[in-house]
Nanobody, 125 residues
Framework: QVQLVESGGGLVQAGGSLRLSCAAS????????MGWFRQAPGKERVFVAA????????YYADSVRGRFTISRDNSENMVYLQMNSLKPEDTAIYYC??????????????????WGQGTRVTVNS
């Protein structure tokens, strides 16, 4: 069982930055791939970024590549999403997700077994 708690969301002006954090429980965290997804108002949840269990492999959605960076600290059971050059279209609820033990990072939401409650990010123009 893995429990996830996101934090760090808020209101920011376009061009600004935010860092989202995801605190994970569970002794197997260091062996689990992690992902970030987001859901904008009236839209489906979509992939943002993913990272392998050892941090060696990362994937990004085209819409955020070059602006967002996913990272993890296995010693602290933490995953981060650094978001720079934010745009109004980045406005959404951001969710942290945990995959399977020793699994591969994935762009597909159905590959993730555990989800946090989400943190809201609002980017004003």
């Amino acid at each position: 069982q893995v429990q996830l708690v996101e934090s760090g969301g808020g209101l920011v002006q376009a061009g600004g930055s935010l860092r989202l954090s995801c605190a994970a429980s569970g002794r197997t965290f260091s062996s689990i791939p992690m992902g970030w997804f987001r859901q904008a108002p009236g839209k489906e949840r979509v992939f943002v970024a993913a990272i392998s269990w050892n941090g060696g492999t990362t994937y990004y959605a085209d819409s955020v590549r070059g602006r967002f960076t996913i990272s993890r600290d296995n010693s602290e059971n933490m995953v981060y999403l650094q978001m720079n050059s934010l745009k109004p279209e980045d406005t959404a609820i951001y969710y942290c997700a945990a995959g399977s033990f020793r699994g591969r990072p994935s762009l597909a939401s159905h590959e993730y077994n555990y989800w946090g409650q989400g943190t809201r990010v609002t980017v004003n123009s």
